[in-house]
């Protein structure tokens, strides 16, 4: 009973030491835990809910993108410690980037380790991608979602025409856009499978987007 | 006698740029006077077409003028005009003015600014650069200037007289005020200390920085600030009707309210401070989700306020007239997707809907969100200048 208690404690701090980002707390506490003999699953899942806690409170503005960020860090810390830095080979194929001429990939990094955070199995192609590599890498990578990103107007011109040829050479991966300047409508009318206005809605709206792609439903 | 010193410099600061064939400070101008004048140009606006002037001015004051003024940000995408490739845009004042003032004539609107790119000031402190040939110049990230958190204290004060970039944006202002004269109104514009230092760190990094070492963060906001200061200033002296500051982090895009007050807000209060010193108009643009326009207000108390997104703290726009209407002149808001690849009539339309929600008692210039697109189709710029028009 003792012991289920100090397991629950370590778990719950671990998940407080996630979402308040501290680095030297999350490390002392996941080296308790595995001393402890605390389960691997169950260290992830504890990680995976302090992240979830500040995915919640981000939805609704409590918190900000540096938390987000830190946050990350501390939960792939975590998952790199009980995985011993080996690479998944489960998981979800997916293929990430940023299109061609575009240098901007903040907003792609955090989603690229969000998904990795959540299990997908991720191809980050990088940022200033040339289209061809995007079609290449999903069908190398039998990826089941492209996520692709843009941050100007002048790049995500891109985007559209990296769609199309996907859909054509790939019809059964799930595309899904984001970026400042792109919006539902024109996601909508590129062909793609989703959009993702930010880094909160992502992992619901790829889901969504699998989802639809596999059942055959038009977006 | 320092106060008839006063009134006579006061006197000297309107009339000489009068003379000399341009608009005066308005901040030297008594505010009785320019609601005088605002009244008037309103009544007036209800018989006769006020000149673009009038009509901005009046707009400032917050009195409803024959119709709205319209910004079309024509900035990067006035180069196709003016047959100027990027490259030159950026970096030739000459070049740079000329497209910016054939977007003025063959499109239109009261105002705009030579907003020619983010990393201005960046290049300035020696950020390497990339000037592709049809896109926006930018750092080369690879390669930034804050490689880790030691750097941030090493960053040297640059003189403004040996800033190639920023001089030539002061030579771009000199220009245009030049050639505009009483015609419309030319703001300046500079990045943020934090927008500036994102672009020599990147702003994944810079976002931890900001939590893990604020301080030195803030030390390098000091020595960009200490350049920011006399930079502006030089601005207002080409004869501008005042600065734009962008402070994107000043929203849910970038830090948190709280974090915003206590790494920027200083910095930005002081460059603010020393525009308004000097008798100019401080105009902050914020395309960021959820600005936080009572932060900003708070630090830099503006007069203009543009924008992208709807504020943190309002859900419509109503809700933002309401709240903030009477404390800043709103200006916005057309998006950049619609702007890409909507018809000009959709984009006509929106516009009407936006006039319809916030021009009413003044106080709204109707413009694109951002930048207007660099690469796209101009005829949407035109619907905006005619939506202003037509149902403003």
């Not at chain 1, 997908?120 to 192609?125: N, Q, S």
């Not at chain 1, 890498?137 to 941050?151: H, I, P």
């Amino acid at each position: 009973m003792k012991e289920l208690r100090g397991k629950g404690v370590l778990l719950n701090n671990l998940e407080e030491a996630v979402w308040k980002h501290s680095n030297k707390i999350t490390g002392e506490t996941l080296d308790e835990a595995l001393n402890a003999g605390i389960a691997p699953d169950d260290i992830r899942h504890a990680l995976l809910q302090g992240f979830e806690h500040v995915r919640r409170r981000l939805m609704s503005n409590e918190v900000s993108i540096p938390d987000m960020l830190l946050c990350i860090d501390r939960v792939t810390e975590g998952l790199n410690s009980i995985s011993g830095g080996k690479a998944t080979e489960e998981g979800i194929p997916l293929v990430i980037g940023v299109v061609e001429g575009d240098p901007h990939d903040l907003g792609k990094n955090i989603i690229a380790r969000i998904y990795k955070t959540y299990g997908y199995r991720v191809f980050d192609l990088g940022r200033d991608v040339p289209g061809k590599l995007f079609v290449k890498g999903v069908q190398e990578n039998k990826a089941n979602v492209l996520a692709l990103s843009a941050m100007m107007s002048t790049t995500m011109v891109e985007m559209r025409e990296i769609i199309q040829e996907v859909k054509v050479k790939s019809p059964g991966t799930a595309i899904i856009v984001g970026g400042a300047p792109v919006d539902e409508t024109l996601a909508r009318s590129w062909g793609a499978d989703g959009y993702a206005e930010t880094a909160v809605t992502v992992l619901e709206e790829t889901q969504a987007a699998i989802g639809r792609v596999r059942e055959g439903i038009p977006w | 006698m320092d106060r008839k010193k006063e009134t006579f410099g006061a006197a000297g600061g309107i009339l000489k740029p009068i003379f000399e064939g341009h608009m005066p400070p308005m901040g030297l101008i008594p505010g009785s006077l320019l609601d005088g004048l605002a009244r008037f140009s309103s009544f007036r606006g209800h018989l006769l077409r006020l000149t673009n002037i009038e009509r901005l001015v009046t707009t400032l004051r917050h009195r409803e003028p024959d119709h709205i003024p319209c910004c079309p940000m024509l900035y990067g995408a006035s180069r196709r005009l003016a047959g100027v490739s990027y490259p030159d845009f950026a970096l030739k004042p000459d070049a740079t003015a000329e497209s910016l003032l054939a977007g003025f004539e063959l499109i239109g609107g009261e105002t705009f600014a030579p907003a020619i790119d983010l990393s201005i000031e960046a290049a300035d402190f020696g950020q390497q650069m990339v000037y592709p040939d049809n896109s926006t110049p930018h750092p080369d990230y690879a390669h930034p200037l804050v490689k880790d958190v030691s750097d941030y204290r090493r960053l040297k004060r640059i003189e403004l007289k040996e800033a190639h970039r920023m001089q030539a944006m002061l030579e771009t202002c000199r220009i245009l005020v030049r050639r505009i004269g009483f015609k419309g109104a030319v703001s300046g514009f500079a990045f943020s200390p934090l927008g500036v230092l994102s672009m020599m760190r990147g702003a994944e990094h810079l976002f931890r920085d900001c939590v893990n070492y604020p301080s030195e963060v803030m030390a390098a906001l000091q020595t960009i600030t200490d350049v920011l200061i006399p930079y502006v200033e030089a601005q207002c002296d080409t004869g501008v009707i005042g600065v734009t500051l962008d402070t994107l982090f000043a929203s849910w895009s970038g830090l948190s309210k709280e974090l915003w007050e206590k790494i920027e807000g200083p910095f930005v209060k002081e460059i603010a401070g020393a525009i308004r010193r000097k008798g100019y108009i401080v105009a902050v643009h914020n395309c960021g989700h959820g600005p936080y326009f009572d932060s900003q207000i708070q630090f830099m108390e503006p007069s203009v306020i543009t924008f992208a997104e709807l504020p943190d703290d309002c859900s419509t726009p109503k809700e933002l007239k309401r709240r903030y209407g009477d404390q800043v002149v709103l200006m916005g808001y057309v998006s950049t997707p619609l702007l890409s690849y909507g018809t000009p009539y959709e984009v006509m339309q929106e516009c009407s809907k936006q006039i319809e929600d916030l021009a009413d008692g003044g106080g709204f210039i109707l413009a694109p969100g951002c930048e207007f697109p660099p690469n796209g189709p101009l005829e949407n710029a035109m619907a905006i200048v005619k939506a202003a028009q037509l149902y403003g």
